[in-house]
């Protein structure tokens, strides 16, 4: 067997050792890492620049539009607060009591042997019923039953438009002065008629606790 | 030496580089990478929140138009509501408007003044106040003033009577003292 002599065993084992230098290795890895992790931040930035175009797109697009929101949530608003100012208002308008037509019938029931001479009428817009007080005097051979016909006149006529109406007499007296009418001399009485109701039929007066029992009082 | 074993400063190198290779995700995840996240997240939800603005204004704005079609009448109203109440201070200008009422209803004498104001406790007319007014008529008859009353509350919507009081004059029974108590709401100016 021939003997072999490896004369350059240690530049070998030089080369050897410097092949599997870690820290060359190492720096390789490191370098080959960097290189993927700079491709991976680049490819994350272009992604990055592109979601920053497309919020200055949407930026764009909101600037354009808030100006029409804004102006559009203000008069929604005011829109708002109009119809609700209106309906409060209509709710107060068609809530008042028309006096003109209570005038009308008051006047439609007086007979040309009575007369009236005092009137006090309120109307209590929270409780939304009307008290009235109608003085005046009527004439007859039965002065206190043209009083009554008088009274229950004016309940017809106040009931035909009216709710829960009551007229009650307060006052009723003979007087000793006779007048004459149409030629003939007549007895006179003095009445205090005293005038409840409600605007609308049917509709209970809120401050009321039951309806007015109809009387018919005979004086 | 063995080939399969490491000596020392090969060990060393190793754990040299090792640390380089730490030092090297930390700085890249911490400085780089995290920050670009970050902002990405950051603009994608600023992104979101814009376009859900701009999804709902624009039913916002329709909802708007909408609306200003539907109110076309109550604005019309309002506004009529409005126009009752000029410029300047009701005392200065409600009992001519009420004396040039009568007096073109034939009922010449005529005397208002203001008793109270207030104001509305509803919080649709904090822009409104209430004035009441006592109007005394001395000489009016009572055909001609029922008939002015009803031109009155068909003329002047917010315009209320809450009393009534006639009493006969002694000496000309066919006109009577009246006095009217009358609410308004009037637009504050």
């Known amino acids: ?219 | 030496m063995s080939d399969s074993k490491f000596n020392r400063d090969q060990i060393q190198k190793m754990v040299l580089s090792g640390i380089g290779f730490v030092v090297v995700i930390y700085v890249y995840f911490t400085f780089f990478l995290g920050p670009l996240n970050r902002s990405r997240a950051s603009m994608e939800r600023t992104i979101a929140d814009l376009q859900r603005k701009i999804g709902s204004s624009k039913s916002e704005i329709q909802k708007a138009s909408n609306l200003g079609r539907q109110a076309t009448d109550a604005t019309s109203r309002f506004s009529a509501y409005k126009n009752l109440s000029p410029d300047g201070a009701p005392i200065a200008w409600f009992p001519p408007r009420t004396k040039a009422f009568f007096t073109s209803q034939k009922v010449d004498r005529v005397n208002t003044r203001l008793e109270t104001t207030s104001a509305y406790t509803e919080p649709e007319l904090t822009a409104w106040m209430r004035y009441n007014w006592v109007i005394d008529l001395p000489g009016a008859d009572f055909v001609t003033l029922g008939s002015a009353i009803a031109e009155l509350e068909n003329t002047e919507p917010l315009l209320s009577l809450s009393r009534v009081t006639m009493k006969a004059q002694a000496n000309d029974p066919q006109f009577q003292q009246v006095g009217l108590t009358a609410n308004t709401t009037i637009l504050k100016r």
Request: hydrophobic share 45%; glycine share 6%.
């Open chain 1, 1 to 219: 067997m021939a003997l072999q002599l490896n004369l350059l065993h240690e530049e070998i084992a030089q080369q050897r050792q410097r092949q599997r230098d870690p820290l060359k290795i190492g720096m390789l890895v490191l370098v080959g890492v960097t290189a993927v992790m700079i491709v991976f931040y680049m490819w994350k930035a272009y992604e990055t620049l592109e979601v920053k175009s497309q919020l200055a797109a949407v930026q764009h697009d909101w600037a354009q539009v808030e100006p029409k929101v804004t102006s559009a949530q203000n008069r929604s608003s005011e829109l708002n607060g109009i119809i609700n100012t209106t309906k409060v208002l209509d709710t107060m308008v068609e809530g008042r009591f028309y006096w003109a037509p209570f005038l009308e019938k008051l006047s439609r029931s007086v007979a040309p042997n009575a007369q009236l001479n005092g009137f006090d009428g309120a109307y209590n817009a929270d409780t939304k019923a009307l008290t009235a007080t109608v003085d005046g005097i009527a004439a007859g051979r039965e002065p206190r039953a043209a009083s009554e016909e008088l009274r229950q006149l004016l309940t017809e006529q106040l009931s035909d438009t009216y709710g829960n109406v009551a007229v009650d007499f307060m006052l009723l007296e003979d007087l000793d002065t006779v007048v004459n009418v149409a030629g003939v001399n007549m007895a006179t009485a003095r009445f205090s008629l005293n005038i409840k109701l409600t605007p609308a039929k049917g509709e209970p007066s809120k401050g009321a606790a039951s309806p007015a029992p109809a009387r018919a009082r005979k004086s």
